[in-house]
């Protein structure tokens, strides 16, 4: 088969390299693909994965079996719906079941109407509104803006000044522009983070082993969010039992309830959710795998991943076997100096071959012949093994091998070295 991957970070990179496994694919194609990408897939760097009319085009001429949308933007826009009605078979969920990621105040709102357990909220289209019930509230409290802004939509605040002016910033002075016209302000809860990814038919979900992504930008948790800085798989402190509370009262009512509204869920679901003192609630929903989430879970799959992806699409998965390593697997995030904030691009990356761990490509371009940064976070490197102790260790073992100017990367994934 032919598949073509939407998107062109390091979450694509690792689908097309699991993907490749795959003794069913024949082709791949990924656009706009990447510096990376492209030693794996042919690549279209000209079509952005928010380029409708590009990606039908391609879709025309090189018909591809198969079309994997794996990033928000598309799938948010409704490119899975455009391709089916152009009678091309597309992986991810539809506009309408994508919106529990591409609107923050819809996700609250179906997760009130059914019961769902998330921290309070009400939403604002205003500021004065706003303002009023944020100081009826008090800090610490979470402003958010309502639509897709890279992760980085999300204001903690700690004191009341700071959630005024995440709010007044939003709101009137359109800080993430469109997306923060609407606020989602939010009961702060408190509680460690676990991340479970599921794939899902629209009918059964099936969980994948649970992650911990580490969102800021420093050590010990410090510093403003990104798209995350590295990840764990498994999460010690997500116990069965609370793997199966999940399931219960989160997992599977959000999978019935966008049913029942006429919004069924195919694609990967990620739940990203609070350890609270009174059970696991969700902090947000994403339509998605998560970037770098995919690249740290994935390498764990020993099924194919393309019987899957087909499974979730024709509504097979109650009978697809889903089989995994047990391993753990620890991915480190190498960023641009600066990132999240204005950082620069175009410098030349060595060390990469014979570092002793996967490296998937998520800001990277070829110039001239050489491999440059091309982004905020560049380069996601992996490494799996029968401890978290041992893939950790491989994994900044294998980073440190890693050079271009400004390089930066947390050095606390998972614990402490
Ligand atoms: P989000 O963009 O919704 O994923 O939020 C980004 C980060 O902000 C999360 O990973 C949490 O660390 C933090 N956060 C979001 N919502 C809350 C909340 N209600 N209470 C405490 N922390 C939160
Ligand atoms: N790593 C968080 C996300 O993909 O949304």
Redesign the pocket.
């Known amino acids: 088969m032919k598949v073509l991957v939407i998107g062109g970070g390091g979450r694509e990179h690792a689908i097309i390299c699991a993907l490749r496994k795959s003794p069913k694919v024949t082709e791949l194609l990924c656009a706009p693909g990447n510096g990376g990408i492209a030693a794996d897939a042919k690549c279209f760097p000209e079509v952005k994965a928010t380029d409708l009319d590009g990606v039908l085009a391609i879709c025309k001429s090189e018909k591809p079996d198969y079309v994997m949308v794996a990033s928000d933007d598309p799938l948010a826009l409704g490119m899975v719906d455009m391709l089916e009605s152009n009678g091309f078979k597309a992986f991810g969920p539809r506009k309408n079941a994508a919106e529990i990621e591409s609107s923050k105040a819809f996700a609250k709102e179906f997760m009130r109407r059914h019961s769902i357990p998330t921290?309070e909220c009400e939403i604002f289209s205003n500021y004065a509104d706003a303002e009023k019930y944020i100081r009826g509230k008090g800090a610490p409290i979470?402003i958010?803006a309502d639509g897709l802004a890279l992760?980085k939509?999300?204001i903690?605040a700690m004191t009341l000044d700071e959630a005024l002016s995440a709010a007044r910033d939003m709101l009137e002075g359109g800080a993430f522009g469109g997306a923060g016209r609407t606020v989602v302000v939010?009961?702060?809860?408190t509680g460690r983070?676990v991340t479970a990814l599921a794939f899902c038919d629209g009918t059964h979900i099936v969980t994948m082993p649970p992650a911990r992504d580490h969102?800021r930008i420093f050590d010990g948790d410090k510093g403003l969010?990104t798209g995350g800085m590295g990840v764990i798989s498994p999460v010690a402190d997500y116990t069965d039992e609370l793997a199966k509370t999940a399931m219960d009262r989160i997992f599977k009512p959000t999978i019935d309830g966008l049913r029942e509204e006429g919004r069924e869920f195919r694609g990967v679901i990620y739940f990203?959710m609070?350890l609270t003192p009174s059970g696991p609630k969700v902090?947000?929903y994403n339509a998605r795998f998560g970037d770098p989430e995919c690249e740290t879970v994935l390498p764990l799959l020993k099924s194919d991943l393309l019987d899957v992806l087909i499974a979730c699409r024709d509504g097979k998965l109650g009978e697809t076997k889903i089989e995994w390593s047990g391993e753990a697997s620890c991915c480190v995030m190498i960023a641009s100096g600066g990132y999240p904030a204005k950082y620069e691009k175009g410098f030349e990356i060595t060390g990469i071959d014979g570092c002793g761990a996967t490296v998937y490509h998520s800001g990277t371009q070829l110039k001239d012949g050489k491999l440059v940064t091309a982004g905020g976070r560049v380069l996601a490197v992996v490494a799996t093994g029968e401890t978290l102790d041992r893939a950790r260790a491989d994994a900044y073992a294998a980073a440190e091998k890693i050079h271009f100017e400004g390089a930066y990367m947390r050095h606390d994934i998972g614990g402490a070295r």
């Open positions: 921290a979470v958010k992760g939509g999300a903690v939010e009961e702060y809860m983070e969102k969010n990203e609070m902090i947000e």
